[in-house]
């Protein structure tokens, strides 16, 4: 079923209707050896120019990394390159699935920013090393895509939740329905500060999604809204300046989420979710938190 969605009166499907998928056993962590804010490509990176404290870096990425492994996934590491500071974020260089057949797909994202565009081969060496097939964007038809940082797969089913309007154009969901037999939901983000959809849309598991509504336009907040019967939000200070949408749940049970994000972890764990507070304080500086430092792979 490949289609867009863009407005509730286009959505003829619900979550019964959707193709069952399994959950990715693999994650993929980029080593934070270059990680620094050298440049500045969102608002969160204004005024931190050089001020990331290398060691603390580290030592909240190995916290991360050595999380999911106590959850029972297998940490795939990545050495980042020298030269692209932002690499560490992982979420954005690809997205990959796996069709019903077990053929295992990776589209590979054109960056928005140019500082960014040399990270891409150095993650898709990792695709073609696990028998990937890859998919290149015609770039001249596509000039912005930035991964999984804007396209999300829902929990567990066949449908893909696309963000646009900072880093992702909307033209690209039309391809990447029609390359993975996927549905699209489509959703246009307004908010400078949550450029990507993973900045303000965590999906927790089948039924429930943590948000920051101000992020969306009207028409998206209808359209999540229609599809989760459970809605978690976020309010400004929570989301904006911890980053607590940037969450990730890998197994629709375990929360791995930015730590002081007291408001959202207790509307959490009043629906039964298992939180994990880590520090991600060096990488909020660079605009990006837990969802962005991985990629879930089959």
């Known amino acids: 079923m490949a289609k867009v969605i863009t407005s509730l009166s286009q959505l003829d499907f619900s979550l019964v209707d959707l193709e069952s998928m399994p959950v990715p056993g693999k994650v993929m962590v980029v080593t934070p050896g270059h990680f620094d804010v050298e440049y500045i490509i969102n608002p969160h990176m204004k005024g931190n120019i050089g001020d990331v404290d290398k060691e603390a870096a580290f030592r909240e990425w190995a916290v991360i990394k050595e999380t999911y492994r106590k959850l029972g996934l297998y ?13 560490v974020f992982c979420a954005n260089q690809s997205l990959p699935n796996i069709t019903s057949d077990g053929v295992k797909q990776v589209v590979m994202s054109v960056m928005h920013a140019p500082e960014r565009k040399g990270e891409v081969p150095f993650i898709q060496k990792v695709y073609e090393d696990s028998s990937y097939d890859v998919v290149h964007l015609d770039e001249s038809k596509f000039t912005d895509f930035e991964g999984m940082g804007d396209a999300i797969w829902h929990h567990k089913k066949r449908l893909i939740w696309g963000g646009y309007g900072y880093r992702s154009s909307m033209d690209v969901y039309s391809h990447i329905s029609d390359t993975f ?116 792979l089959w």
């Open 75 to 87: 940490v795939h590491e990545v050495e980042g390159a020298e030269g692209y500071p932002d690499m």
């Open 181 to 296: 037999k996927t549905p699209v939901i489509a959703l246009e983000l307004v908010n400078e500060k949550f450029y990507h959809l993973d900045t303000c849309l965590c999906i927790l598991n089948e039924e429930t999604a943590l948000i920051y509504p101000k992020a969306f336009s009207e028409e998206g907040l209808n359209l999540i809204r229609a599809m989760f019967p459970v809605v978690i939000e976020a309010d400004k200070y929570e989301a904006e300046e911890l980053f607590a949408c940037n969450a990730t749940c890998p197994d629709g049970e375990n929360v791995l989420i930015q730590e002081g994000c007291n408001k959202v972890n207790s509307a959490l764990e009043e629906v039964g979710f298992i939180i994990h507070e880590v520090s991600t304080a060096e990488y909020l500086k660079s605009g990006g938190s837990v969802f962005c430092m991985k990629m879930l």
